[in-house]
């Protein structure tokens, strides 16, 4: 069979089988939502649950990507498989480390233990949406170890990072406006792991002892997040972070934490898809004139939102 006429579960197949040039194909289907790639999901899914997914997140320009990077390195060196998927990256993500230690690392492991990808989010949840979800999936299916996920910006779709990802790495700079007081509200509840990264930069004592006054202030903490400092550039710490990543996995799976999240972030999925498929079903089976007349009695102030919206899905056929 050509590769072009792979059907979704020969396609899944493959995937499953450790063919990477394949896998970015079907990584685009999945993106793209193109014809199959429901199928391709669904003959995938039933294989994950087993990669560990640390997000990273940070300040535009944090060095989330180069530290991303030498984690990733230090890992395979530790005989993990990896795959990195930048979300929405502002910049691309350039593989530095790995790219320059893949003559080195073909002799040692195996090239394969290693995947990059960037994807834009087009999420509707602002950072990631149901699509990197699904990407996630696909990588857990094939076998990888670690999925490394950075996600650019400490802004809205950041609070949702927490449910896709079993560990969060918040990546701080000293100076540079990162003072923890101007955190965004909920960033430091999400952050299992702080990284300040660039510490050959001055600050980094004085954004360490505000990091544990406000750690010091919450309450019913159960959990200690640790504390990081990285020259991701000079690859320094970058044992301590992946050593911090570990502490944090160990005490989620004790814990039952890593369980809760899991279950709650797939729910979560779920119920997002089930809005959109009912939605879709309502476009496809409702009545276009009734419809019709209805945002004319709304226009009109004759019926209002909700009482409208509610007998309209009353003609429909759901119980
Ligand atoms: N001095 C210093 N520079 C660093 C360090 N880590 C990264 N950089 C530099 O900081 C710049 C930004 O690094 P990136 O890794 O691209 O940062 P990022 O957070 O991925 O950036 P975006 O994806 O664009 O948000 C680059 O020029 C890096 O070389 C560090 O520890 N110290
Ligand atoms: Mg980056």
Redesign the pocket.
């Known amino acids: 069979v050509s590769e072009q006429k792979l059907k979704p579960d020969e396609l899944a197949k493959e995937v499953l089988g450790g063919n990477r040039r394949l896998l970015a194909r079907a990584l685009t289907h999945i993106e793209n939502e193109s014809d199959g790639s429901a199928e391709l999901l669904n003959a995938l899914y039933p294989k994950t649950g087993n990669a560990y997914v640390v997000g990273f997140t940070?300040?535009?320009?944090?060095?989330?990507?180069?530290?991303?990077?030498r984690v990733a390195m230090n890992l395979v060196r530790r005989g993990k498989k990896v795959a990195v998927l930048?979300v929405d990256?502002?910049?691309p993500?350039?593989g530095g480390a790995i790219l320059g230690d893949r003559v080195r690392m073909s002799q040692a492991s195996d090239e394969s233990s290693i995947f990059i990808r960037s994807m834009a989010s087009r999420g509707a949840l602002g950072g990631l949406g149901p699509k990197t979800a699904e990407m996630i999936f696909a990588l857990d299916a094939v076998g990888f170890d670690f999925i490394l996920l950075?996600t650019?910006?400490v802004g809205q779709g950041e609070v949702e990072v927490v449910r896709t990802c079993d560990t969060v790495v918040l990546?701080l700079?000293p100076g540079m406006g990162d003072s923890v007081q101007a955190l965004k509200a909920g960033i430091l509840e999400i952050a299992d792991v702080f990284v300040i990264?660039?510490?050959?930069?001055d600050g980094a004592d004085r954004l360490e002892k505000e990091l544990l006054s406000m750690l010091g202030l919450r309450q019913n903490a159960v959990f200690d997040p640790p504390i990081v400092r990285?020259?991701?550039?000079?690859n320094?710490g970058i044992d301590e972070t992946v050593e911090a990543m570990e502490k944090h996995r160990a005490y989620a799976s004790e814990s039952g934490e890593r369980e809760t999240r899991r279950e709650s972030f797939l729910r979560q999925a779920f119920n997002i898809e089930l809005d959109s498929a009912l939605r879709d079903a309502f476009d496809k089976t409702v009545d276009e004139k009734l419809m019709l007349k209805l945002e004319k009695d709304l226009l009109e102030r004759k019926g209002d939102p909700r009482s409208l919206a509610r007998s309209l899905v009353a003609t429909l056929k759901l119980k």
Do not use: H, I, Q
């Not at 940070?58 to 990077?69: F, I, N, Y």
């Not at 990264?197 to 930069?201: G, L, M």
């Open positions: 940070g300040s535009p320009g944090a060095g989330k990507s180069t530290l991303v990077d930048a990256p502002s910049s993500f350039t950075e650019v910006g990546v700079v990264n660039k510490a050959d930069y990285t020259v991701a550039v000079e320094r």
